[in-house]
């Protein structure tokens, strides 16, 4: 189809990661994240694909109705909890597992004792300071949701880690340390680790390991690409040119002109922009991949083109492919260029983005 920017999605790789996780954390129950979509990679395929997971986690209510409306067995963990009494009994029914963060929740809970129960997991603030119980209120918590008879009692108490992807480890053993004090002498099952923890981080993996990014092989290292980890990049966006221009020296290109051909250039037009979630921020020197060759783009990004540099690919001609990640281009650098993660490039894309 004319005009089409394509996201393949290699679920096979999505298998394969999360068998190096569970290989890393062979003691732990994998909950695998598939919010916002699974990332952008489509969280029914993807919890189709992962049917050997224990349990999987989500961000919103919304996207638990939709793994339950294809059929998805598995506990579901939302880590956003409720806000609303009244979806509490629905969660109950749909076997989705609130995170508990705040004591409004609780008051929640003890104003409908009389109702089914529910499962759910407490969660610590151990040092993200976002969400979660402060550590001096955590067994007092704890104690409220056990006296209720709508409380089921299998509670998993539950942190989150600030920095566990960066290389200096003291913020995220202080916080296991808190979360050990907090949680010492309760008897709960805990979970704490992300992707980065779970692979950085052993002490951390106790009863259930949460990881999302790497299941995708994506990572939020500073300066490094999953694949460093053995992770396998599961998505491939692709477009295609739609034009090639030869331009003078001091053509200036796209809007604002803000990038002026130095000397005579040839220049690509690929149908992808930022409608399609390819971020406007990118500056000129991001890098795609023109059949095969490295090469940067040029001037803005605009809604639904962008422009490239074709010195490193002299030979491209109009229908051929150019790739903005995967395949040979680590969405890191993609995403380092255009100042942001690849967890944000992936799970931005689009509704006219079509997937295969
Ligand atoms: C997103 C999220 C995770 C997964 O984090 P990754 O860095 O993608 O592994 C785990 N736990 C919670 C509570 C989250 O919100």
New binding site residues.
């Given amino acids: 189809m004319s005009r089409s920017v394509t996201a393949r999605i290699d679920l096979d790789a999505i298998v394969a990661n999360m068998a190096l996780l569970r290989r890393r954390a062979p003691d732990s129950r994998m909950?695998a994240?598939l919010?916002?979509d699974a990332?952008g990679h489509g969280s029914v395929a993807v919890a189709r694909a992962l049917h050997a997971a224990d349990g999987f986690?989500v961000?919103a209510q919304g996207e638990a109705e939709r793994l339950r409306e294809a059929g998805i067995r598995q506990p579901i963990?939302l880590?956003g909890g409720f806000d609303a009494a009244e979806d509490i009994a629905r969660l109950a029914q749909l076997d989705v597992r609130p995170?508990i963060h705040h004591p409004s929740q609780i008051e929640m809970l003890e104003a409908q004792r009389d109702a089914p129960p529910i499962h759910v997991w407490l969660?610590l603030d151990s040092g993200m300071n976002r969400?979660g119980f402060p550590p001096d209120e955590f067994a007092a918590a704890l104690a409220r949701l056990r006296a209720l008879p709508n409380v089921a009692p299998d509670i998993v108490a539950?942190s989150?880690f600030a920095t566990?992807?960066e290389p200096d480890p003291s913020n995220t053993q202080r916080q296991l340390s808190v979360f050990r004090q907090a949680t010492h002498g309760l008897d709960l099952p805990v979970?704490l680790?992300?992707?980065?923890?779970?692979l950085d981080h052993p002490a951390t993996h106790g009863d259930w390991i949460?990881?999302?990014?790497?299941?995708?092989g994506?990572t939020?290292k500073p300066g490094r690409r999953a694949e460093q980890d053995g992770l396998r990049p599961a998505m491939r966006l692709a477009a295609r040119l739609i034009a090639v221009r030869d331009k003078p020296a001091g053509a200036a290109i796209g809007y604002g002109g803000t990038f002026v051909c130095p000397e005579p250039m040839r220049v690509g037009v690929a149908a992808v922009g930022y409608a399609d979630g390819y971020p406007r921020h990118a500056p000129s020197g991001t890098p795609v991949l023109v059949d095969g060759q490295r090469c940067r783009i040029i001037g803005r990004v605009s809604m639904d083109l962008i422009t490239i540099d074709l010195a490193a690919a002299p030979g491209a001609s109009v229908g051929d492919e150019v790739v903005l990640w995967g395949d040979g281009l680590a969405v890191e650098d993609v995403a380092a260029h255009a100042g942001t993660i690849s967890?944000e490039l992936c799970c931005r894309l689009t509704r006219r983005v079509e997937f295969a």
């Fill in positions: 909950l994240v919010k916002a990332y986690g961000a963990v880590f995170a969660k969400l539950m989150h566990s992807d979970s680790a992300n992707s980065t923890a779970v949460r990881p999302g990014g790497a299941l995708y994506l939020t967890y």
